[in-house]
């Protein structure tokens, strides 16, 4: 089993940033995709990003193009997702995700999901 712990959540002032981190457990932490997914209250789980198992291939959702940057260093077992110019409707809870297969991940059916962690936007 692989495990997924999220940090860097926080609040912040509108036009502010926010880099968030997913540590992951094991040894095979390369051979896995890994994506960001977000959630609101009152609204379903969004995919945010992906990044492919070696990092070529990125997708984002139309909302976050061009302020968000996911990222990741395989030999730290770590993704990122770097998002600046944050925004009142970026709140939310994100989680991180890791599936063999990005298709699955964009799914919204991957293998693993991390506990999640709370990103506050303020107006």
């Known amino acids: 089993q692989v495990q997924l712990v999220e940090s860097g959540g926080g609040l912040v002032q509108a036009g502010g940033s926010l880099r968030l981190s997913c540590a992951a457990s094991g040894r095979m932490f390369s051979w896995y995709a890994m994506g960001w997914f977000r959630q609101a209250p009152g609204k379903e789980r969004e995919l945010v990003a992906t990044i492919s198992s070696s990092g070529a291939t990125v997708y984002y959702v139309d909302s976050v193009k061009g302020r968000f940057t996911i990222s990741r260093d395989n030999a730290k077992n770590t993704v990122y997702l770097q998002m600046n110019s944050l925004k009142p409707e970026d709140t939310a809870v994100f989680y991180c995700?890791?599936?063999?297969?990005?298709?699955?991940?964009?799914?919204?059916?991957?293998?693993?999901w991390g506990q999640g962690t709370q990103v506050t936007v303020s107006s």
């Open positions: 995700a890791a599936d063999s297969k990005v298709t699955t991940l964009q799914l919204g059916r991957p293998a693993y």
